[in-house]
Each structure stands twice: as C-alpha cells, then as structure tokens.
Nanobody
Framework: VQLQASGGGLVQAGGSLNVSCAASGRTFSSYTMGWFRQAPGKEREFVARITWSGGIAAYGDSVKGRFSISIDNAENTVYLQMNSLKPEDTAVYYC?????????WGQGTQVTVSS
C-alpha cells in the first residue's frame, strides 16, 4: 500500500489549500481514510476521516466548519479542502488508511500559514 500526499504549501491566514492523498496497492473499499497533522514540538492531531465506501466524515474540533474531506473513488484519491486557514494550522499533514486502526501512512506534506 502506498499513500502519496501532495498539495501543501505556503498560504496567508484566511486563505485556502487543497491537499490530496493518492492511494494505491490494494482495494480500499473497507477502509477509513484519515488526515492527521503534527506541528513542531506538538503531538500528532486528528484532523478528519472518511469511510471509503460510504463517505461518512468526521472532523477534529479545531477544524470543524473550515475543513472538508472528500473521496474521488475513480481516482483513488482523498482530498482535504482547507478554508479560513489560521497560523495555528501550520503543520505537516499526513494521510493514513486502515480498517480497525490506521496501518498505512503517507509521507506528509507541509502546510504553512503566515499571519
């Protein structure tokens, strides 16, 4: 299984970014796809997750109402649309996949929000 995250970058506060995670190597229909982030000196934080088959989504409290997770089944890609970005959203964003636990992780993409 390979997860390839991309789309990070530098954006001003209040701006938007759309990061993506391309999945390959197996059938993901029974999996949950998640986004996590980790800022320097901080613990890894849950951002969002979505079920591959039903598209049922959930969000961390710090991003509710600003971020949106979605799946393109045809492209085997999970997206995280991030709006109204804040400096505290600055982190490396990781995508993950798994059934009962997140067994597979991507390499991460850096998101930096300037004030």
């Amino acid at each position: 299984v390979q997860l390839q995250a991309s789309g990070g970058g530098l954006v001003q506060a209040g701006g938007s970014l759309n990061v993506s995670c391309a999945a390959s190597g197996r059938t993901f229909s029974s999996y949950t796809m998640g986004w996590f982030r980790q800022a320097p000196g901080k613990e890894r934080e849950f951002v969002a997750r979505i079920t591959w088959s039903g598209g049922i989504a959930a969000y961390g409290d710090s991003v509710k109402g600003r971020f949106s997770i979605s799946i393109d089944n045809a492209e085997n890609t999970v997206y995280l649309q991030m709006n109204s970005l804040k400096p505290e959203d600055t982190a490396v964003y990781y995508c993950a996949a798994g059934s009962s636990a997140y067994a597979f992780w991507g390499q991460g993409t850096q998101v930096t929000v300037s004030s």
